[in-house]
């Protein structure tokens, strides 16, 4: 397994980062710490997205048909509609939004 440190607010937290978590669908997903890859199951759309902070970007990588719905606080150069294998590349701001900077359709 890969293993990486970081000293946090005088915490040294060791995480082991070597696979991908998979997040089922839902109106409202919460990304996993780390990785900053993960996978998308199901076919619910998603409305918003959490766990996520200022500068974080996230790859999600989908397994299915799932759409990500273009909203205030996501905003994506249109609805996307996924199919297996497809990502979606999004970076969090400080102003609270998530901004698509990438996708493919695989």
Known sequence: SVLSAAAE???LLV???ATNPTV???SSI???FEPDAVFISGTTTINTI???WPGRRVTLVFTGACTVTDS???QLAGSFT???NDTLTLIAMSDGVLYETGRSVN
Do not use: E
Request: aromatic fraction near 0%.
């Open 9 to 11: 607010s005088g915490v």
């Open 30 to 32: 919460a990304i996993p």
């Open 15 to 17: 995480r082991n980062s």
């Open 50 to 52: 959490t766990g996520v």
């Open 24 to 26: 089922a669908s839902a």
């Open 82 to 84: 996924s199919t297996a």
């Open 72 to 74: 205030a606080s996501i």
